[in-house]
């Protein structure tokens, strides 16, 4: 089934044109026209979301399962045409598009299940003691509560998990909040589909018209324009440091600050202990490789870095890794800008004396080709750059002398969202000694595997402290991600009557 977009915007139910366009560059298939978003769309639909909160916040849970049940359901019923119009502006494989379709309409339905149980509410009570001394106490109880609309930057990586009805949006609106959402340019007609979907399971639900709005992007006053709305009460963002972060501080710079939840990226570091690299370098080098390279390297959890204990089973791994990246063919990058970045990171490495290659190629276009190099700890630790994500499949080797220096390193580095130790039984003493670092510095830390791939469920984690995101209590991925879209109320001597319906039977 084929989608040709109408490159317009939905705004609280109705399908906008606007007069300036800009023109989509898919890796293959035909070019679209799209609007250009503006400051004005944006306030029309952020005083929308607003007059929807105050019904749709306060519905019931079964009422939002029911509508995030419904997105699932016109999202697979678009499945053919969502897979089409992705790879076309993409380039991703309709494998990879009909797995991530697979992961979006799987967590609006696990968040529909959250819901519906009601543990995420947190309730708590503390009845009354009339009778303690020397005062007594009143009944107090607490539940967590929707905090207002909320935005959405839709994701480069990932035109369906992270962006349009992504885990940000599934979120927010399992938690009460309407949304608004920023499309990303790089796939605007994939973002209109699944637009589409929301309006047509607003339209069965019967919820009202401002609870989602969909505004493409194409200038950057339209992401300043979301992000200091006063009545946008969050930000939920995946996409770089830089953009990250300038989004950041227009939050903070607010007459009424608001929380910025930023995924902006992570280098991944993986420590092989001595006796897993003895036992299995060549295994690591490949899964390495293969891990690396998934996806042309445009996972947020790639692992960019290795860290080896220098000497012989070093060179099997490094020499396994590079006869497995020599297999690899060119691959289509999601954008021109992400791979011209890519070219630009692969030429700051060829740049740098503290480097190594182990094996380099030369990416054209829109196509990418793996890198690897080498360096010690002790040029790590001296060159701040060696630890800055490059996205795509670009990888370090960094060799040290001991396991006490790969502790000193695992310390030397920022903020992750993912740490990975390798280890056989023999190493437990020396993962014993990484675990609280490496605890500290991501926000998931793995043994035995590679991070590529985020599962979505309860106990996940995708997270972690500056710079890997800009709030280390938060996840953008999991059922624990509805706790940044919500806030605790106490009531205090309440009666039942005026109590909020999910707190009244406590």
Request: aromatic share 8%.
């Amino acid at each position: 089934m084929s989608f040709t977009p109408h490159g317009k915007h939905l705004i609280a139910g109705e399908w906008i044109a606007s007069e300036q366009r800009f023109t989509s560059e898919p890796a293959h298939g035909p070019a679209h026209e799209f609007g250009i978003g503006t400051p004005d769309l944006v306030a029309r639909a952020c005083e929308a979301a607003e007059e929807a909160f105050w019904s749709f916040g306060y519905s019931t849970r079964e009422t939002r399962a029911a509508f995030l049940d419904a997105i699932a359901d016109e999202i697979e019923a678009r499945a053919e045409a969502i897979t089409d119009i992705g790879t076309q502006e993409t380039g991703l494989p309709e494998a990879r598009l009909q797995g991530e379709r697979g992961r979006t309409t799987g967590q609006l339905r696990l968040f529909a299940d959250h819901i519906r149980k009601g543990d995420y509410l947190d309730r708590r009570v503390d009845p009354a003691l009339p009778d303690r001394q020397p005062l007594p106490r009143p009944d107090i109880r607490l539940i967590e509560r929707p905090i207002g609309p909320v935005a959405v930057f839709g994701a480069s990586n990932f035109p369906l998990a992270f962006s349009t009805a992504g885990g940000d949006t599934a979120a927010a609106l399992a938690a009460g909040c309407p949304v608004v959402v920023k499309g990303h340019s790089a796939h605007p007609g994939t973002g209109e589909i699944v637009a589409e979907a929301i309006h047509a399971a607003i339209g069965k639900t019967g919820m009202p018209k401002g609870v989602f709005s969909l505004i493409q992007g194409g200038r950057r006053d339209v992401g300043t324009a979301l992000v200091q709305h006063p009545l946008i009460k969050a930000v939920g963002f995946t996409g770089s440091l830089a953009g990250g972060r300038a989004l950041f501080d227009l939050c903070a710079a607010r007459p009424e600050p608001i929380p910025f939840f930023g995924e902006l990226g992570s280098v991944n570091p993986m420590f092989l202990l001595p006796e897993a690299l003895k036992a299995r370098a060549e295994d690591l080098g490949r899964g390495w490789a293969g891990s690396l390279t998934m996806g042309a390297g445009q996972f947020c959890t790639n692992p960019g870095i290795s860290v080896v204990l220098e000497g012989l089973d070093a060179d099997r791994y490094t020499a396994a890794a590079k006869a497995a990246l020599e297999a690899v063919q060119p691959q289509t990058m999601l954008t021109p800008g992400i791979a011209r970045a890519y070219r630009d990171g692969k030429d700051r490495f060829d740049g740098r004396n503290s480097v190594k290659p182990i094996y380099t190629t030369d990416s054209d276009g829109r196509e990418a080709s793996p890198n690897i190099y080498q360096t010690t700890g002790a040029n790590y630790l001296q060159d701040h750059g060696l630890g800055e994500e490059v996205f795509g499949p670009l990888g370090l080797i960094v060799r040290v002398g001991s396991v006490d220096e790969m502790v000193a390193l695992a310390k030397g580095f920022e903020g992750q969202l993912t740490a990975t130790i390798h280890l056989e039984a023999g190493d437990l003493e020396d993962a014993r000694k990484l675990r609280p670092i490496l605890e500290r510095k991501a926000g998931r830390v793995l043994v035995n595997g590679f991070p590529t791939g985020v599962e979505v469920c309860d106990a996940m984690v995708h997270g972690g402290p500056y710079p890997a995101s800009t709030n280390f209590g938060a996840t953008s991925v999991g059922t624990l991600s509805i706790r940044r879209f919500l806030r605790p109320v106490s009531y205090q001597n309440f009666p039942a009557g005026l109590l909020p319906e999910d707190l009244a039977g406590s």
